[in-house]
């Protein structure tokens, strides 16, 4: 069983800067693709960025050029450097692991961007 636990969420105005950490903890495959979706209230969850266990890394067009997701293999975290936010990147952002047929959810994080 694997765990992801979130952190980093929370308020800030536009233009600034945040970054989510989350931790992965249990038995996930080395091949595997970490990343983080989000899902604001009445959408559907959405991919943000992802990153593969080569570091081979893919983005929504709506962050590309903001967003930045990294690994850390030793550490077993994955991260996302959130710059120049705008209120549209206002969700609940979840850290997702995935390996073969198994797909794994940390509880979520809010990130508020507002002024």
């Known amino acids: 069983q694997v765990q992801l636990v979130e952190s980093g969420g929370g308020l800030v105005q536009p233009g600034g800067s945040l970054t989510l950490s989350c931790a992965a903890s249990?038995?996930?495959?080395?091949?595997?693709?970490m990343g983080w979706f989000r899902q604001a209230p009445g959408n559907q969850r959405e991919l943000v960025a992802a990153?593969?266990?080569?570091?081979?890394?893919n983005y929504a067009d709506s962050v590309k050029g903001r967003f930045t997701v990294s690994r850390d293999y030793v550490k077993n975290m994955v991260y996302l450097q959130m710059n120049s936010l705008k209120p549209e990147d206002t969700a609940v952002y979840y850290c997702?692991?995935?390996?073969?047929?198994?797909?794994?959810w940390g509880q979520g994080t809010q990130v508020t961007v507002s002024s």
């Open positions: 990153i593969t266990s080569g570091s081979s890394a």
């Open positions: 997702n692991a995935r390996s073969g047929f198994y797909v794994y």
């Open positions: 249990g038995s996930l495959s080395s091949r595997n693709t």
